[in-house]
């Protein structure tokens, strides 16, 4: 069984910054993609960043240039660094893993609030 837990949010001024992290357990296969997906009230669940076992990394355009991506995957753990944060950025951020035909898996949600 597969777990992932979540670490890291908070209330943030505007413009500040929050590191999140992602520490994955379990089965865990060499070849994946770990990603974070945001939710904000009354809007679906949205792209925020993946990056591939392979270091390959995709962005959402809202936050290309103010989020960074990583992963270290000798601790199957995923970061999100997020910079030059907007009110906009205030969601729940979840973090998912992807082991294709091995299934997906979701963390349980951390909530990021940017308010001044």
């Known amino acids: 069984q597969v777990q992932l837990v979540e670490s890291g949010g908070g209330l943030v001024q505007p413009g500040g910054s929050l590191r999140l992290s992602c520490a994955a357990s379990?089965?865990?296969?060499?070849?994946?993609?770990m990603g974070w997906y945001r939710q904000a009230p009354g809007k679906q669940r949205e792209l925020v960043a993946t990056i591939t076992s392979g270091r390959t990394t995709n962005y959402a355009d809202s936050v290309k240039g103010r989020f960074t991506i990583s992963r270290d995957s000798a601790k199957n753990t995923v970061y999100l660094q997020m910079n030059s944060l907007k009110p906009e950025d205030t969601a729940i951020y979840y973090c998912?893993?992807?082991?294709?035909?091995?299934?997906?898996?979701w963390g349980q949600g951390t909530q990021v609030t940017v308010s001044s």
């Open positions: 379990g089965s865990i296969r060499g070849i994946n993609t």
């Open positions: 998912q893993l992807n082991q294709g035909l091995y299934g997906i898996r």
